[in-house]
T-cell receptor, first 109, second 113 residues
Framework: GQNIDQPTEMTATEGAIVQINCTYQ??????LFWYQQHAGEAPTFLSY????GLEEKGRFSSFLSRSKGYSYLLLKELQMKDSASYLC??????????FGKGTMLLVSP | DTAVSQTPKYLVTQMGNDKSIKCEQN?????MYWYKQDSKKFLKIMFS???????INETVPNRFSPKSPDKAHLNLHINSLELGDSAVYFC????????????FGPGTRLTVL
């Protein structure tokens, strides 16, 4: 079976840094994705990791450790518009994307 | 605009009815998907199609029948709607199967009364 865990909710202050963790146990691994979903909108792609290490893209970075079944999404210089749900998703095999339940991030002034 | 589009955006219907949701992508992608997002915001894969062929059917009741007339379209027909079918349904597409970025449509909010 597939199991993906991430915190349900997090809060942070504008301008701060926040790290959203994701742990996974899946039968097979073909990469890990992070998606952002604003309320009432579709998920949008943020990052993809398949090798261990850190991928940086502007204010957002994503880290993967395959041996530990662990990833995190790091958001720097938080802005109010970053308030959203952040979805960790794993591709355990061919053509399947399994999502975690998402972490709702609330950024306050 | 290049995108994944779905119609309708909102769908309110009575229990027992049959309804369809349409999805089109003009991104030239080979693979399309249907996801269900429940009230707790859990996004779960339902179906995956590659070049009009069914690849994945994730233990979805057979009241749900996807149809792909061509690789740019993947429609979802639901028979005998039940209260538990109320959710947001997202269509998505990707260039290839497997580990490839997926582009999501705007979603269809289905409410069964």
């Amino acid at each position: 079976g597939q199991n993906i865990d991430q915190p349900t909710e997090m809060t942070a202050t504008e301008g701060a840094i926040v790290q959203i963790n994701c742990t996974y146990q899946t039968s097979g691994f073909n990469g890990l994705f992070w998606y952002q979903q604003h309320a009432g909108e579709a998920p949008t792609f943020l990052s993809y990791n398949v090798l261990d290490g850190l991928e940086e893209k502007g204010r957002f970075s994503s880290f993967l450790s395959r041996s530990k079944g662990y990833s995190y999404l790091l958001l720097k210089e938080l802005q109010m518009k970053d308030s959203a749900s952040y979805l960790c998703a794993v591709t355990p095999g061919y053509s399947t994307l399994t999502f975690g339940k998402g972490t709702m991030l609330l950024v306050s002034p | 605009d290049t995108a994944v589009s779905q119609t309708p955006k909102y769908l309110v219907t009575q229990m027992g009815n049959d309804k369809s949701i349409k999805c089109e992508q003009n991104l030239g992608h080979d693979t399309m998907y249907w996801y269900k997002q429940d009230s707790k915001k859990f996004l779960k894969i339902m179906f995956s199609y590659n070049n009009k062929e069914l690849i994945i059917n994730e233990t979805v009741p057979n009241r749900f029948s996807p149809k792909s007339p061509d690789k740019a379209h993947l429609n979802l027909h639901i028979n005998s709607l039940e209260l538990g079918d109320s959710a947001v349904y997202f269509c998505a597409s990707s260039h290839e199967q497997g580990a490839d970025e997926q582009f999501f449509g705007p979603g269809t909010r289905l409410t069964v009364l």
